[in-house]
């Protein structure tokens, strides 16, 4: 009963108050921080039996005990369960460590016939169905992410499968029978895993691969890009993007010159759309990072990347407006003169725009600019232009603005800017304020419009009640008689 009643309030207040709902799901997060993937079901588990340690066996011996210990690995346990197979699950564990001490410190172990048996062993281990949230409305930002309960396992398969990838010994031309497109597939689902240690493996295997395995770098960057569409178009959730994205940022590095048109197809159709993204702050700083690299190595896709980052530019959220401006500081610290000609107009009209924000987080992130030394000389080589765009807002909220700090920098940038053209400067506040006379005249001839509008208002409404009183008056009389 009691039961029924807390299940009755709990629906009741998820009906009524979403703090509630929140506070509620939270709860029964925290009950259960662990979760276990879908492993294929095995029936009842064999038990392990512990085998010969490698080092004690003859190296005669020592291969075939090697791939009999890679086989036993490939048994799986169920680690939601903390009290079944406590014997087995420990012999596992110890039989995982002295794998990855034994390809580490050892020369020559790593032979053709092994290939098949390490790659079954990682496989088994790591691939599965990865278990839906435990909360379907899971953000990054503030929830706890659900951990893999069977990670004292995986975690070792991993530092195996990177100390085999990493060993003098490995030969890509005989795994690469192993390693193929239908496991970097599979790998590549992984990074929506919600433990950030298990992406954190991902990262380093799949940078591993790609290069070593020339054959597959095609393919990775496509199923990449693929993953982001689904990302942008679809689900709008992927929890490995900030992964990838540090991927891609070390392979741009590594493009040839000049740049592929798939390569600035990506940058344009993919990575700028990526910042329309609800979640970008999870991953704004490898995006960041991307984009810059991508102009680093050609600078004429300067003018497009900011034209887009500007049709995107975001309208109601402060918290991405200042990091759009951080980005673009980032952009103008590599830009060319020739190609931020090209840009300065629509760019520093959004500057302005958001100088104005009521924000001043924003208002205080463009003014940042100003203190930048390579961004100011490209401010004063193209004073001409930039000026007249910002003036009649920094004159303006030198007056208005509610922030004394922001209104401090502002003063600084002024100062500034009437110490790089002190002439056109003066000229601007003569027109600003001339243009303000003018506004204020037509305001105060607006106001005596109005004025003699509800003059003549009230004298038609006199007339007409007067019209109506004498009417009466008339009809009065005439009865009378």
């Known amino acids: 009963p009691a039961g029924a009643a807390n299940a009755a309030a709990i629906s009741a207040s998820e009906k009524v108050d979403g703090f509630t709902r929140k506070s509620v799901r939270k709860a029964q997060r925290q009950k259960r921080s662990q979760g276990s993937s879908q492993f294929r079901s095995q029936g009842s588990q064999a038990e392990l039996h512990p085998l010969p340690q490698l080092k004690d066996a ?69 691939f599965r169905t990865l278990p839906p949230s435990d909360n379907p409305d899971f953000d990054p930002e503030e929830d706890e992410p659900t951990l893999e309960a069977s990670w004292p396992h995986i ?28 496991f970097v597939q599979q790998l590549l689902e ?48 992927f929890n490995g993007v900030a992964e990838l994205l540090e991927i891609l940022g070390s392979i741009i590095n590594g493009f040839a010159l000049p740049l592929k048109a798939e390569h600035k197809q990506f940058l344009m159709k993919v990575l700028i759309p990526m910042h ?11 995006l960041a990072y991307c984009v810059v690299q991508f102009l680093e190595k050609d600078t004429t896709l300067t003018e497009p990347v900011i034209r887009g980052l500007l049709k995107f530019w975001p309208k109601t959220c402060s918290q991405k407006e200042v990091m759009f401006l951080g980005e673009i500081e980032e952009i103008l610290d590599v830009i060319e ?29 463009a003014l940042y600019f100003w203190n930048n030394e390579y961004i100011l000389s490209l401010i004063e080589e193209n004073i001409d232009k930039i000026l007249p765009i910002m003036f009649g807002s920094l004159y303006k ?20 800017l009437m110490e790089m053209n002190g002439k056109l400067f003066d000229d601007l506040t003569s027109s600003y304020k001339a243009e303000r006379q003018r506004e204020k005249k037509k305001e105060l001839e607006r106001e005596e419009l109005w004025k003699k509008l509800e003059e003549l208002k009230l004298k038609k409404a006199l007339e007409k009640q007067n019209s109506a009183y004498n009417m009466h008056s008339i009809l009065s009389n005439t009865s009378d008689e």
């Open 58 to 126: 003859t190296s005669n011996e020592q291969q075939e005990l090697f791939c009999q210990k890679l086989q036993q690995c490939c048994i799986l346990f169920d680690f939601m369960d903390s009290v079944s197979d406590l014997k087995s699950k420990e012999i596992k564990r110890a039989t995982l460590n002295e794998l990855v001490e034994y390809v580490s410190t050892n020369r020559g172990v790593i032979v053709e016939s092994a290939y098949s048996d390490i790659v079954k062993m990682i496989s088994a281990n790591i």
């Open 155 to 182: 975690q070792l398969v991993y530092e195996f499968f990177l100390r085999f990838l990493e060993s003098p010994d490995f030969q890509p031309s005989i795994a690469k029978r192993y390693i193929d497109q239908k």
């Open 190 to 237: 992984l990074f929506d895993s919600e433990d950030p240690r298990e992406r954190d493996f991902l990262k380093t295997v799949l940078h591993r691969i790609y290069g070593k395995f020339l054959g597959l770098r095609a393919f990775i960057r496509k199923q990449i890009n693929n993953i982001f569409l689904r990302f942008i178009y679809e689900t709008e959730h």
């Open 276 to 286: 329309t993204a609800k979640g970008l702050a999870l991953f704004h700083a490898q």
């Open 337 to 365: 003169p020739t190609q931020f000609k090209k840009i300065e107009e629509p760019l520093f009209k959004q500057i302005s725009k958001c100088v104005s924000s009521s924000h001043f987080q924003v208002a205080e992130r």
């Open 397 to 416: 909220i030198s007056k208005e603005h509610w922030n004394p700090t922001i209104v401090a920098l502002v003063y600084n940038v002024l100062k500034t």
